[in-house]
């Protein structure tokens, strides 16, 4: 079994199984949401390089279908994920919620 199999047992999408964008060091799941933490792979020149960063990125999936985004934080991927819900691809819904209560990034 590898590092991922447990993480990703059941209820996860396959395209988590077939996680392209980089190693999964955890998948999150809140109701319908599921945000998958994972390291980032290192680019040069448009190319992946086989390296990761050491930091991790957050991808979040809603009922199974992926947001379309990655995030610096759990919680910027939380807000970001349900504004989308709720308001649309386009949302500025996540802005302004971050704005709101002192978080910077969320887009």
Known sequence: MNST?????????????????????RVHEIGEYQIVEY?????????GTGKHH??????????GKSDGNSYCSLD??????IARKYDGINSQ????????????NVR
Do not use: S
């Open 5 to 25: 199999e447990g993480l990703i047992a059941g209820r996860m999408p396959r395209l988590v199984r077939d996680f392209p964008w980089g190693p999964i060091e």
């Open 39 to 47: 390291h980032p792979q290192v680019f040069k020149n448009c190319c």
């Open 54 to 63: 050491d930091y991790t990125q957050f991808h979040p999936y809603r009922d």
């Open 76 to 81: 910027d991927a939380l807000i970001g994920v």
């Open 93 to 104: 819904a996540a802005a302004y919620f971050g704005r709101m209560i002192g978080i910077a």
